[in-house]
């Protein structure tokens, strides 16, 4: 399946357009030391920690509604945002806009990079069938 469709919209926020790139990064899971003097053969030992939904990043082309919202979003405390796949799944997470910023080249389109942080525990739900 190919990204072409994928959609990212905030609740308050509302659909981001023009998205040439995103990347979801990845779950991660602290970990926590639990070894001691008597480990067995000096193994040292961890048990799970917290979990993190990590960031949301994306390259947008430079449209003047983006920026607003961008900007407004920016202002904003966490939203709940939602990826909509080609295929109808979602990946639905709490998050904040964490940074942003414009790449304004003398000889190509205009673009501004945005990231979203992630907080809580996402959700994913799955289309019903799907290749």
Request: hydrophobic residues 35%.
């Amino acid at each position: 399946m190919h990204g072409h469709g994928t959609i990212l919209s905030g609740a308050t926020t509302g659909v981001i357009g023009s998205i040439r790139s995103m990347d979801r990064g990845g779950l991660e899971r602290d970990d926590i030391e639990t070894s001691t003097m008597d480990s067995i053969d000096k193994w040292r030992t961890f048990i799970p920690g917290m979990k993190n939904a990590g960031e949301l990043s994306m390259e947008l082309l430079y449209k003047k509604k983006n920026a607003e919202k961008v900007l407004t979003a920016f202002e904003a405390d966490a939203e709940d945002w939602t990826i909509t796949y080609p295929c109808g799944s979602t990946f639905v997470c709490s998050g904040y806009l964490r940074a942003a910023s414009d790449a304004i080249p003398y000889d190509a389109e205009i673009t501004q990079s945005v990231t979203l942080k992630l907080s809580g525990k996402p959700t994913f739900t799955a289309a019903g069938s799907s290749s």
